[in-house]
């Protein structure tokens, strides 16, 4: 719940600082690269320090986790990008 806030309340600044809409489809992309990165790297750690079984659980969870947040994120630069449209004219 902490996370998801974060991420929103990070969406809305970077939407309003950065001129200009930003390109939602690229940081969906980009999150979701991020997502299958970070959470393959944590399967793999789980590998060697948990055992074999958590390795599809722990590289699932970790990317559809990050996915959520990503999509929060870009929900935030809608909400940012809002903001800056109504209160910087």
Not at 46 to 56: I, T
Request: hydrophobic share 55%.
């Amino acid at each position: 719940m902490v996370l998801d806030l974060l991420a929103f309340i990070a969406g809305i600044a970077y939407g309003y600082m950065n001129p200009g809409k930003e390109s939602r489809k690229h940081l969906l992309k980009k999150g979701l690269k991020i997502g299958v990165l970070v959470g393959t790297f944590f399967a793999i750690l789980n590998l060697f320090l948990g055992g074999f079984l958590a390795f599809g659980a722990t590289l699932i969870g970790t990317i559809v986790g990050i996915g959520v947040l990503t999509v929060i994120f870009v929900g935030g630069t809608i909400v940012g990008d809002w903001l800056e449209e109504r209160l910087k004219k």
